[in-house]
């Protein structure tokens, strides 16, 4: 499942935030741009899994996680040069 991390903002650490669902509520799904998930005003208290330290995140802050075998081939890697 692809998700949502959140970069600490103490210790700089990659953590998870929440994982995307992607037949969340039968919306259109964008793997390239998923819904990101509501945040209350003025962001949200997120208490970091490695260091403890609860911060205040907004939702802009949340990074794109996808697991590696999902991955996307940027461009077209089954080209050949014909020489
Ligand atoms: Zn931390």
Redesign the pocket.
Known sequence: MPQWNLY??????R?DHSTINPHLDGAPYDPLWPPKPAFPEGGERVK??????TATYQRYQLVYSAPSEEKRVPFRTDFRFTT
């Open positions: 600490c903002l103490r210790c700089d650490k953590f970091c899994p490695l260091c403890k330290e």
